[in-house]
Every structure is written in structure tokens, then in C-alpha cells.
């Protein structure tokens, strides 16, 4: 089994920041990559951003500049700092990993429950 546990959601004020954080735990060989996605009401699931194992990291245009994504990989673990919050980032942040469970496994993706994440004055 594996789990991803997210932290950190809540409610700010536009301009505001919040801090992300997503643990990876249960049976894994290897994390090739791990990132965040959001989904707004009535919209499609979208990426946020997204860092490899090697620390190459990809962000949607409407978040660079003010999102960044960092990793601990000793504790399986991935952050999003989100600064200069707008209305508009309100969603539901979901964590994503792609996760080998065992040296022969396939890369399988994994999904976090998501936090909600409110920006509203």
C-alpha cells in the first residue's frame, strides 16, 4: 500500500501565501516524480507543478513566479510555497507521485485526497 497524505490547505486573503506538503509513505522501492495538480468547481483537473527525482521541475504558466516546488526525498516529501495568492487559485490541491513499490514493479500514479485551498477576502 501506498498513501500520500497532503497538509497545509486553508483559507487566505488575496496576496497572501500558504505552504503545501505531501508525504509519501507505505511500500516504496523508488518516487520518479512527485507534484500537485488542482481542481477548481466545473473546471478540469489541472498541474500545478511538478519536480523529478533528479530535481528538474515544471510549473503551469499562470503559477511561475509565484509558485515553488521543492522536495525532501529522504522523507518522501514534497512542498508547494504559493505566494501573491489570487481568487482565482481557489481549488482543491491534489499531491501526485509516480511510484515504483518494488525494483521490478511498473511506475504506477498515486493520489493524494486533496486540501482545499480558499482565497477569498
Known amino acids: 500500500q501506498v498513501q500520500l497524505v497532503e497538509s497545509g490547505g486553508g483559507l487566505v486573503q488575496p496576496g497572501g501565501s500558504l505552504r503545501l506538503s505531501c508525504a509519501a509513505s507505505g511500500s516504496i522501492f523508488s518516487i520518479y516524480a512527485m507534484g500537485w495538480y488542482r481542481q477548481a468547481p466545473g473546471k478540469q483537473r489541472e498541474l500545478v507543478a511538478s519536480?523529478?527525482?533528479?530535481?528538474?521541475?515544471n510549473y503551469a504558466d499562470s503559477m511561475k513566479g509565484r509558485f515553488t516546488i521543492s522536495r525532501d526525498s529522504a522523507k518522501n516529501t514534497v512542498y508547494l510555497q504559493m505566494n501573491s495568492l489570487k481568487p482565482e487559485d481557489t481549488a482543491v490541491y491534489y499531491c501526485?507521485?509516480?511510484?515504483?513499490?518494488?525494483?521490478?514493479?511498473?511506475?504506477?500514479?498515486?493520489w493524494g485526497q486533496g486540501t482545499q485551498v480558499t482565497v477569498s477576502s
Open positions: 501526485h507521485a509516480a511510484i515504483r513499490r518494488t525494483v521490478v514493479s511498473p511506475l504506477l500514479n498515486y
Open positions: 519536480i523529478t527525482s533528479g530535481g528538474s521541475t
